[in-house]
Nanobody, 124 residues
Framework: QVQLVESGGGLVQAGGSLRLSCVVSGRAFSRNAMGWFRQAPGKEREFVSGITWGGGTTRYADSVKGRFTISRDNYKNTVYLQMNSLKPEDTAVYSC?????????????????WGQGTQVTVSS
């Protein structure tokens, strides 16, 4: 069993920054890819970013490229999402997810465990 706990969400003005954290416990962390997803009210959950176990490969949704940065610290069992230049359309519940394998996956079905999510609200 794997547990994921996100933190770092909040209310920020457009143009501001937030850093989300996701602490993983319950299983060896360093072997599997991790991802961040978000779900805005009335919309489907969507892929935001992913990172391989070694951190050498990252992937981003087009909507966040150049603004968001994903990273991980395997010693701390933690994955981060640095979000800069935030826009109102970034408002959503952000969840981290633990992939079933080593490679970055966009499809939600490729992730076995999910956190509860943290709310990010960007005001205009």
């Amino acid at each position: 069993q794997v547990q994921l706990v996100e933190s770092g969400g909040g209310l920020v003005q457009a143009g501001g920054s937030l850093r989300l954290s996701c602490v993983v416990s319950g299983r060896a962390f360093s072997r599997n890819a991790m991802g961040w997803f978000r779900q805005a009210p009335g919309k489907e959950r969507e892929f935001v970013s992913g990172i391989t176990w070694g951190g050498g490969t990252t992937r981003y949704a087009d909507s966040v490229k150049g603004r968001f940065t994903i990273s991980r610290d395997n010693y701390k069992n933690t994955v981060y999402l640095q979000m800069n230049s935030l826009k109102p359309e970034d408002t959503a519940v952000y969840s981290c997810a633990y992939a079933s394998g080593w490679t970055v996956q966009v499809a939600q079905e490729r992730y076995d465990y999910w956190g509860q999510g943290t709310q990010v609200t960007v005001s205009s």
